[in-house]
């Protein structure tokens, strides 16, 4: 269907509150029609946290969003998950393969996505009632933008509320010297984008999610964040980040992606670097602080 544009071309001066027009075109030009619906792909990875796993998968389906797209990965669980998926039928994709390692999984759930806009929540997390409905409308207001974090807030294994979470603006500079908040439950992305930087990195076990959003900054990919609640980050004994026995993997891949973010090792003055560029987070986006002091309200 063609769309056409009808024109008014004035050459307008204001005089004693008169505006003058001069001339009125009509202009048979073609527009091509803004895409209004936009298809969302989500993917769990599951891996023995049946405890958790129908709350997440409930949080998913039950979003009041007609275009989503579900995918469950589970590379082997043997504590009663995949019964739990088998469960759901054809509500949602299932993918029941050997991976090596989490980044493995949500690269073979998102190979089989089809979706313009992607995000992934893992098994023991949530999203909040109407989370996606309010990315959708976030990236159709944002035409430029390719990714997009939302707020949220940690809560225990009981599900007690922490503390919230703010995300703040991405840059390859900030996440080098860690003076940026990931909130990878209330992250969503343009699949172009994903696709783009090759998905996530197999090698990486412990911040694949950040290193997939600094390959997106250093190709291009523009940065938002939204003030909205999106989900829930749970922490308890058994989660990946919630443990820390992974402290000195991530110590080695967090100077991988310092060379790869700003093309040099990190040197002794990067120290204070990184504590000023802290400061700096603070004072320039003190809506934690705002959003901390109104939950106690």
Request: overall charge neutral; some cysteine.
């Amino acid at each position: 269907m063609e769309y056409y544009v009808l024109t008014l071309w004035c050459e307008c001066t204001v005089e004693y509150s008169h505006i003058h027009c001069c001339a009125l075109l009509l202009l048979k030009t073609p527009v091509k029609a803004r895409k209004t619906t936009l298809k969302i792909s989500i993917v769990t990875i599951s891996f023995n946290q049946a405890d958790y796993l129908k709350k997440c998968i409930d949080s998913v389906l039950s979003q009041h969003f007609n275009d989503l797209e579900y995918i469950v990965v589970d590379p082997g669980s043997t504590d009663g998950s995949r019964e739990i998926i088998e469960s759901y039928g054809d509500r949602l994709i299932k993918v029941f393969e050997k991976d090596t390692g989490a980044a493995d999984g949500l690269n073979k759930g998102f190979s089989r996505a089809t979706g313009d806009i992607f995000g992934f929540i893992n098994s023991d997390d949530e999203l909040l009632p109407e989370a996606l409905e309010k990315v959708a409308e976030a990236f159709r207001t944002n035409t430029q933008t390719s990714v997009i974090s939302g707020c949220g807030y940690f809560v225990d294994a009981s599900g007690a509320f922490i503390k919230s979470i703010t995300p703040s603006k991405f840059t390859a500079w900030r996440y080098a010297y860690g003076a940026v908040s990931v909130f990878q439950q209330g992250t969503f992305f343009r699949s172009e984008w994903f696709r783009k930087v090759g998905g996530f990195n197999t090698e990486n076990r412990t911040c694949w999610d950040g290193e997939l959003f600094l390959e997106m900054a250093l190709a291009g990919a523009s940065f938002n964040t939204m003030g909205e609640d999106l989900a829930i980050f749970r922490l308890h004994d058994a989660s990946i980040t919630g443990s820390g026995r992974l402290n000195e993997l991530y110590a080695r891949d967090a100077d991988r992606l310092f060379r790869s973010a700003l093309k040099r090792p990190r040197s002794e003055r990067d120290r204070y670097i990184a504590i000023l560029a802290r400061l700096r987070k603070w004072l320039l986006e003190p809506s934690w602080l705002i959003r901390r002091i109104a939950r106690l309200r």
